[in-house]
């Protein structure tokens, strides 16, 4: 009985400390109601975060260039947040953006921009 705890406990310290690599899926936006319909607009993002690492890769697969820009906050508070510059993802076109944190990553997110 005693040695099956101690394993237990064990497995579940060595499972919390083992960074593992979190892909995460396509996140989803809201928008504003509109009264009239618009053309569709807007590249689709894909995350995926290794480590302190953050990798984001944008497919556009309208006509209408999507600008698109990485965000990260770190979990620790002396790591530097960074809001990474204004990418164009031109009609069919795929961008990669990276951004990494010394240590932990706290939150990850991509925004959008029409091009003016």
Known sequence: MRLSRRLASTTVA???VLPLPLEVMAHARVHAAETEPQ????????????GSHVTAYCHNPYPETDRVSLHVECA????????????????AQTV???????KEVGSVWVSHRRES
Do not use: H, K, Q
Not at 76 to 91: C, F, K, Q, Y
Not at 96 to 102: E, G, H, N, V
């Open 76 to 91: 620790r508070w002396w790591d530097i947040d960074s809001d990474g510059s204004w990418v164009d993802a031109g009609p």
């Open 96 to 102: 990669r953006l990276t951004a990494r944190c010394w």
């Open 14 to 16: 060595v499972a919390l």
């Open 39 to 50: 053309e569709p607009y807007g590249a689709e993002c894909w995350i995926r975060l290794t």
